[in-house]
């Protein structure tokens, strides 16, 4: 496969131990071969059918309709500070420690 | 070295003209409301929601592609743009994208504006239509500071239309111009109000000499833009000249010392993933709907300003100034409905008027003057019933107040003293007080205005100056004829 | 007072007793709560039940309002939004989100007077075919203990076959309906996507997803479908499918009822790959249909192979997007993100939040719709997506293509989980469907052993009234319906 795990991860933000990785790097080939047979059919000239709804998406009329509380999200986020909702820092991580 | 710039723009316009967000109900204005209350489980992005596409933002996109001239696509489609950021909660920005089955609304189209060397036709590469991010702000002050964010769900999902351009731009002037005159349009197609606080942010691309490209991601205004492009090409010419070579890199413009500083936000390495929202699929965008759409376009502020110099005989610096805002021209009309000396109401709405509203952040909110008000303040002017400077007093809570100017006069009794026997009398008074400044005045006639404004101040403003003047000299013996001003 | 053991009927049947008799329905509500206590523990269906007293007094209330539904209770798959209720999607990483509000169709259901009894057991995220990957541990299938129940809809197909509640909502992408349907000898109904309103289903792959009934009968399915379709303005990808009268239609059919002489196609790709003794199955109910004026035809369409590669290479990618906003401080799994950079909080949680199966589906589909990758698959499978589209539609034209539901019999617990290619070649027979859009019920075909065979009936898009009372005729004609397990 020409694409590392690493990379995967990052792309799916994840980090997988070090069995997770062996085990899933395996499965991953494994599975990207059998997408491959794709690549059997004859589809020159074919256009790609995006969405199996051909009128196209409803839209809506510019108005404005109640949404929920405050207290939603106070109830459900880790922390709220003077109603802002506290998230992680903004900037990136050192690099990781390389997996054994 | 001849160093020549090139600079691209991607101006994010927000659309708070809309009522409501891009894709849910919640108001497109959020401005008032305290954090997180202007939410609701599609723009919080919470499991299970879907995205309904406000259709008044389709058609406004639609109006400016119109308006710029540019190709418009025969489908809308939208994607997703991935990327992990805490202001995003689906994880992907519902966007627009050029690639294979994806497009923008429109693409191509030019705007012209005063170039540094003349007249400058500045292409349009494309316009899409997609939604802002959650605000985040910082404990404290900066990103690098603070152990934590700060983040506010309201601004998720308001409805933004995005403007590309080619690099055809030179330098800060060229980029002013150019998105002064692309505000000016958005506000006269009624998509947005350029004076709101983040009605447009505007990410630079600068390269100097065809050297590498250099990001500066998130200005919030055209003042900051300027500056931050002035600086940056000092910094990568310097850095050339020096011997140097320019990096590839993202930066963000630091208003309070004035540098453009590296981003250490170097987040997400550009894989976007892009694809077609199989939430949203392809809405066909009909010949008849442009057409119609084409149809009940407003007029355009270059047609409206070209309108005013041919039929008003104004000058195209006045014209200019009127259709910079699009309610100050209304204004105007409405005005000269009543009032027929055009250039008198340009005059004062370009100059003391604009300033007043621009004293007070620029929004045109403030204002609560009709124009019946200016109607009646130029009237009294015209008939001398007030002097210019008793006019410029009270045109302030005309326009802050929406006083009535008439009422004010009579109750306060600011009609101009016309009375020479009373005016004599005040001269009289001044001269008798104030021995040194006469002396002055007979040495040097320009030091007759302090005589003239301690007058001024006795009659409370309600004098015309140049009579005062006149009847000073003639008690001074000074004649006519020496220079005053 | 009369006592009516109404436990193992058909919603139709049960609310001709419990119209304007809120003591039938009562005693009703209290022998499913007794059958929940007794079995539960081992069939594992639903990960939250109501308390009893509050179901109670709310079907109660709807019934003496005289709702049409009459206090009618209802399992709903635990990735359908319920607003207040614990909504978990079979994993850690929403072990304790409670929504702020409702799936448009369950507000559509609890306006119509049914009650929900709880949230059923799945495949985390709807990512499986056997209810083994939820954080919830695996559910049991009520004919054979030592097996699974199919999935991902495994909990909502235990609940109806074991009586636990006389129906339920699953979601089905790939077969997740009609795959425990099949296992469990119940009626398993897959909608033409955009037919039931997507909002509040918790997304798996966008544009295959579809909500689904899994019902005693394809009664209750005609039953439930008039209070719950339409369009829904909170969707944009809905239809608005007419319903009202069918319901009476499917109900008067009877062993007398002259059946339309409807075709059924058989394409011979999709039977490669079938167990002898389901074939067997299959082919006799096949043969009872013909008996009573079906006419039956075998085609060929190869590219057929190439619908599961087609199906897992969109339904990753998609689900890879539709995923990636978990992590998020606002709801769900989460840790303290003081002091902590985004990128390591958010890996953090996910990891932590997320099974196996679940993560190589997100890492594959990022991978799927990364520049260079782009057109080499997502692409690619969206023109083998259109290709059979226009295969199939003439034949759904003209007829009901018909299979096996299920190319295997329910595999041991533990046995199917291990190999990804072995568990994904589960789906061979149900991703078509969904990849074209179509509707597609599963019927109990027959028995191999004590075992359950279901046979998968497609139909053409909108057409899904006229696939429910194939279904109904099917019901009838093979002679299975409304089955009950030996637990």
């Known amino acids: 496969m020409d694409i590392t795990i690493e990379r995967l991860e990052r792309l799916a933000m994840l980090r997988l131990g070090g069995d997770e990785r062996n085990a899933l790097a395996k499965d991953i080939a494994e599975i990207l071969d059998f997408f491959r047979q794709l690549d059997e059919v004859e589809l020159e000239n074919v256009e790609p059918l995006f969405h199996v709804i051909e009128k196209g998406a409803t839209v809506r009329e510019d108005m404005t309709r109640p949404g929920i509380s405050r207290e939603w999200v106070e109830g459900s986020a880790y922390r709220v500070v003077d109603g802002y909702i506290v998230g992680p820092r903004t900037i990136v991580g050192e690099e990781r420690e390389s997996h054994q | 070295m001849k160093l020549k710039a090139v600079i691209g723009l991607e101006i994010h316009i927000q659309v708070n003209r809309a009522k409501s967000k891009m894709f849910c109900g919640c108001p497109a204005n959020y401005r008032d409301a305290p954090p997180n209350t202007n939410i609701c489980p599609v723009c919080l992005g919470l499991p299970g929601s879907l995205p309904v596409p406000n259709k008044e933002v389709i058609r406004k996109a639609v109006m400016l592609s119109l308006a710029l001239g540019s190709r418009l696509n025969n489908h809308v489609v939208f994607v997703r743009k991935h990327y992990f950021y805490p202001d995003l909660?689906?994880?992907?920005?519902?966007?627009?994208?050029?690639?294979?089955?994806?497009?923008?609304?429109?693409?191509?189209?030019?705007?012209?504006?005063?170039?540094?060397?003349?007249?400058?036709?500045?292409?349009?590469?494309?316009?899409?239509?997609?939604?802002?991010?959650?605000?985040?702000?910082?404990p404290y002050g900066d990103p690098v500071k603070s152990p934590y964010s700060l983040i506010d769900y309201n601004r998720s999902g308001v409805p933004l239309i995005e403007v590309v351009t080619e690099p055809d731009l030179s330098s800060g002037k060229e980029a002013r111009s150019f998105v002064e005159k692309l505000l000016t349009l958005v506000d006269h197609l009624g998509i947005c109000d350029p004076d709101l606080e983040g009605a447009f942010r505007v990410d630079v691309n600068i390269s100097i000499n065809g050297g590498e490209r250099v990001e500066i991601k998130n200005i919030g205004s055209i003042r900051d833009m300027e500056k931050a492009i002035n600086y940056e090409v000092i910094r990568q010419s310097a850095l050339l000249m020096g011997g140097g070579v320019v990096k590839r890199e993202t930066r963000h413009w630091d208003p309070i010392k004035g540098v453009t500083i590296v981003s250490r936000h170097k987040e997400f390495e550009e894989e976007y993933r892009y694809f077609p929202d199989p939430d949203l699929p392809a809405t066909p965008l009909s010949k008849e709907m442009i057409e119609e759409i084409r149809i009940s376009m407003p007029e355009l502020p270059w047609h409206r300003a070209e309108r005013y110099v041919k039929s008003y005989g104004l000058s195209q610096y006045t014209a200019k100034v009127l259709v910079s805002r699009k309610v100050l021209s209304e204004f105007f009309e409405e005005t000269i409905k009543i009032y027929s000396d055009a250039s008198k109401v340009a005059d004062l709405l370009i100059n003391d008027f604009l300033g007043i509203v621009n004293s007070r952040g620029r929004s045109f909110n403030i204002v609560k003057a009709r124009p019946q008000h200016i109607a009646k303040l130029l009237t009294m002017l015209d008939r001398g019933i007030i002097s210019i400077k008793i006019a410029k007093m009270i045109l302030e809570r005309v326009v802050i107040n929406g006083e009535d100017p008439e009422e004010i006069v009579m109750r306060e009794g600011l009609i101009v003293i016309s009375d020479e026997a009373e005016l004599e009398a005040l001269a009289e008074r001044v001269i008798r007080e104030n021995p040194k400044a006469v002396e002055d005045a007979k040495k040097n006639p320009k030091a007759i205005n302090y005589l003239v404004g301690q007058v001024m101040k006795l009659t409370g403003g309600k004098a015309d100056p140049q009579k005062i003047s006149y009847i000073i000299r003639k008690k001074l013996g000074i004649s006519a004829n020496s220079s005053l001003q | 007072m009369r006592s009516v053991n109404l436990i193992n009927r058909p919603i139709h049947e049960v609310l001709e007793y419990i119209r304007g008799s809120p003591e039938l329905l009562i005693e009703y509500l209290y022998r499913l709560y007794e059958r929940i206590e007794r079995y539960e523990k081992i069939l594992r269906g639903f990960i939250t039940i109501r308390p009893s007293e509050e179901v109670i007094r709310e079907a109660v209330e709807a019934n003496r309002e005289g709702k049409a539904l009459a206090g009618i209770p209802i399992a709903v798959k635990d990735n359908i939004s319920t607003a207040g209720l614990r909504t978990t999607c079979g994993s850690a990483i929403l072990k304790d989100y409670i929504p702020p509000y409702d799936a448009t169709v369950v507000e559509r259901l609890k306006r119509a007077g049914s009650v929900v009894i709880g949230k059923t057991n799945m495949d985390e995220f709807a990512m499986g075919s056997t209810t083994e990957t939820s954080f919830f541990g695996p559910s049991r299938n009520p004919w054979d203990l030592s097996r699974v129940p199919g999935g991902s809809s495994g909990g909502s197909a235990v609940a109806v076959s074991a009586y636990l509640s006389p129906a339920s909502l699953g979601s089905d992408t790939g077969g997740s309906v009609r795959n425990p349907a099949a296992y469990t000898a119940t009626f398993g109904y897959k909608p033409t996507y955009g037919v039931l309103s997507r909002y509040g289903l918790i997304a798996y792959a966008s544009s295959l997803d579809q909500i689904g009934l899994i019902t005693r009968d394809s009664v209750d399915a005609a039953l439930l479908l008039e209070y719950i379709v339409g369009e829904d303005p909170m969707d944009p990808t809905s239809l608005d499918l007419?319903?009202?009268?069918?319901?009476?239609?499917?109900?008067?059919?009877?062993?007398?009822?002259?059946?339309?002489?409807?075709?059924?196609?058989?394409?011979?790709?999709?039977?490669?790959?079938?167990?002898?003794?389901?074939?067997?199955?299959?082919?006799?109910?096949?043969?009872?249909?013909?008996?009573?004026?079906?006419?039956?035809?075998?085609?060929?369409?190869?590219?057929?192979?190439?619908?599961?590669?087609?199906?897992?290479?969109?339904?990753?990618?998609?689900?890879?997007?539709?995923?990636?906003?978990?992590?998020?401080?606002?709801?769900?799994?989460?840790?303290?993100?003081?002091?902590?950079?985004?990128?390591?909080?958010?890996?953090?949680?996910?990891?932590?939040?997320?099974?196996?199966?679940?993560?190589?589906?997100?890492?594959?589909?990022?991978?799927?719709?990364?520049?260079?990758?782009?057109?080499?698959?997502?692409?690619?499978?969206?023109?083998?997506?259109?290709?059979?589209?226009?295969?199939?539609?003439?034949?759904?034209?003209?007829?009901?293509?018909?299979?096996?539901?299920?190319?295997?019999?329910?595999?041991?617990?533990?046995?199917?989980?291990?190999?990804?290619?072995?568990?994904?070649?589960?789906?061979?027979?149900?991703?078509?469907?969904?990849?074209?859009?179509?509707?597609?019920?599963?019927?109990?075909?027959?028995?191999?052993g004590s075992l359950p065979v279901g046979l998968q009936i497609i139909g053409p898009p909108m057409g899904d009234k006229d696939l429910i009372l194939i279904g109904r005729a099917a019901e009838i004609i093979v002679g299975y319906y409304n089955m009950s397990p030996q637990i």
Do not use: C
């Open chain 2, 89 to 138: 909660p689906k994880g992907y920005q519902i966007s627009q994208h050029r690639g294979p089955g994806m497009a923008p609304i429109a693409v191509g189209g030019s705007l012209e504006i005063e170039g540094d060397l003349g007249a400058k036709i500045v292409r349009i590469r494309r316009i899409g239509v997609e939604e802002d991010p959650a605000k985040i702000t910082y």
């Open chain 3, 242 to 448: 007419k319903v009202s009268g069918f319901y009476r239609i499917a109900l008067n059919m009877g062993e007398k009822t002259d059946f339309p002489n409807a075709s059924l196609i058989a394409i011979k790709e999709m039977w490669e790959g079938v167990e002898e003794d389901i074939y067997k199955v299959v082919m006799s109910a096949i043969d009872k249909l013909v008996s009573s004026g079906f006419s039956y035809d075998e085609v060929s369409v190869p590219e057929i192979r190439y619908a599961l590669p087609a199906y897992y290479v969109l339904a990753f990618a998609e689900a890879s997007s539709n995923l990636a906003r978990y992590g998020i401080p606002i709801y769900g799994l989460k840790e303290d993100p003081m002091n902590l950079p985004w990128d390591e909080y958010y890996s953090k949680v996910r990891s932590m939040g997320f099974g196996r199966e679940v993560k190589r589906r997100i890492m594959l589909g990022s991978y799927i719709l990364s520049a260079g990758y782009y057109e080499q698959y997502y692409l690619k499978a969206l023109k083998v997506r259109r290709v059979l589209r226009d295969k199939l539609l003439p034949f759904l034209r003209r007829g009901y293509i018909v299979s096996p539901t299920m190319p295997v019999k329910p595999p041991r617990l533990g046995e199917a989980i291990e190999d990804p290619i072995k568990l994904y070649a589960m789906d061979i027979e149900t991703v078509v469907p969904n990849l074209i859009g179509s509707p597609a019920i599963s019927v109990v075909a027959g028995f191999t």
